[in-house]
């Protein structure tokens, strides 16, 4: 079978110190993560030095902390909104009174722009 459909059921579940909870989908290649900050809660500054990670907010506000140098930064992302982590020193927090979900995109880049094959690799059936 080509096509695979995963649900929460396949995952790895864990409830973290910092009341973060995960559902990890590791595949070969990538992971995906989805996370559920509860209200308040903050996660553990940290940085990777290999894996790119992403974020897609769905829904809630989260408030996004990172080292520039010597000055830490902050911006509150909203849901439908991205941010490309890189190699930064980070955190995450949730300032409000609801949960925040977002998901975690995990993989590790080889230097090669591959733009134009996500592009183009699309073929139409009829």
């Not at 982590?85 to 975690?104: A, C, M, P």
């Amino acid at each position: 079978m080509n096509l695979e459909i995963y649900n929460t059921a396949d995952s790895i579940y864990v409830e973290k110190e910092n009341q973060t909870k995960v559902n990890y989908f590791i595949f070969d290649e990538y992971e995906i993560h989805l996370n559920t900050l509860p209200p308040h809660a903050i996660q553990e500054w940290h940085k990777h030095h290999k894996i790119e990670e992403v974020i897609f907010v769905i829904s809630g506000e989260l408030k996004v902390l990172w080292k520039e140098g010597e000055q830490t930064e902050c911006q509150i992302v909203s849901e439908n909104s991205i941010v490309r982590v890189k190699n930064s020193i980070h955190t995450l927090e949730n300032d409000s009174d609801h949960d925040v979900r977002f998901l975690v995109y995990r993989m590790v880049p080889d230097g090669i722009d591959k733009k134009n094959i996500i592009k183009k690799d699309k073929e139409l059936i009829i």
